[in-house]
């Protein structure tokens, strides 16, 4: 099982900036694939970003694409989710998720391709 720990959420302005970290634990970090995901209000949860075991490969839905950068280093076990021009949309509990890596693929977008799950971190853009 692995622990993740996420942190840097908080209340922006829209346009501003929030850098979200994961912290793992528990397994071998390079061995897993991970994303971001969301969830509003009322919503169900969806995929912000995910990112390959090595990195090499992410993966972001056309809701984020060109704001919203995944990365992750290997060496302190830390994923990253940095986003850039925020919307009053983008208004949630961020959740980072790990699963196993795969051969042949290198990213996993569904929430049910995930294992394990941290406890979220509140996102909350002010228009």
């Known amino acids: 099982q692995v622990q993740l720990v996420e942190s840097g959420g908080g209340l922006v302005q829209a346009g501003g900036s929030l850098r979200l970290s994961c912290a793992a634990s528990g397994r071998t970090f390079s061995s897993l694939a991970m994303g971001w995901f969301r969830q509003a209000p009322g919503k169900e949860r969806e995929l912000a970003a995910a990112?390959?075991?090595?990195?090499?490969?992410?993966h972001y839905p056309d809701s984020v694409k060109g704001r919203f950068t995944i990365s992750r280093d290997n060496a302190k076990n830390t994923v990253y989710l940095q986003m850039n021009s925020l919307k009053p949309e983008d208004t949630a509990v961020y959740y980072c998720?790990?699963?196993?890596?795969?051969?042949?693929?290198?990213?996993?977008?569904?929430?049910?391709?995930?294992?394990?799950w941290g406890q979220g971190t509140q996102v909350t853009v002010s228009s």
């Open positions: 990112i390959s075991f090595n990195g090499r490969t992410t």
């Open positions: 998720a790990a699963a196993n890596a795969r051969f042949f693929v290198p990213v996993f977008t569904s929430v049910d391709e995930y294992s394990d």
